[in-house]
Nanobody
Framework: QVQLVESGGGLVQAGGSLRLSCAVSGSIFSINAMGWYRQAPGKQRELVAAITSRVSTNYADSVKGRFTISRDNAKNTVYLQMNSLKPEDTAVYYC???????????????WGQGTQVTVSS
């Protein structure tokens, strides 16, 4: 079993900051890429930021310069620091991990349950 548990969402005023965390637990051999996605009401889920095992990062254009993704491999945790938040950042944020389980061949994709981020104007 693998679990991804997100935390850190909430309500914040425009211009404020939040830090999301996602802890991965279970019988994990290795974690490749980790990322954050978001889905606003009536919209498709979109990539916000991703980070590889070699700490290469990728960001959606809409969050570049405001959001920072990082990971702590010792804790199997990925973070998303969100600054200068805007009302259009309001969405459910999902953690994603591409990982290899102990005793299982190949890498598989796993999702967290999501955490709500609401930015008021």
């Amino acid at each position: 079993q693998v679990q991804l548990v997100e935390s850190g969402g909430g309500l914040v005023q425009a211009g404020g900051s939040l830090r999301l965390s996602c802890a991965v637990s279970g019988s994990i051999f290795s974690i490749n890429a980790m990322g954050w996605y978001r889905q606003a009401p009536g919209k498709q889920r979109e990539l916000v930021a991703a980070i590889t095992s070699r700490v290469s990062t990728n960001y959606a254009d809409s969050v570049k310069g405001r959001f920072t993704i990082s990971r702590d491999n010792a804790k199997n945790t990925v973070y998303l620091q969100m600054n200068s938040l805007k009302p259009e950042d309001t969405a459910v944020y999902y953690c994603n991990a591409d990982l290899v389980r102990v005793g299982v061949s190949g890498a598989y994709n796993y999702w967290g349950q999501g955490t709500q981020v609401t930015v008021s104007s």
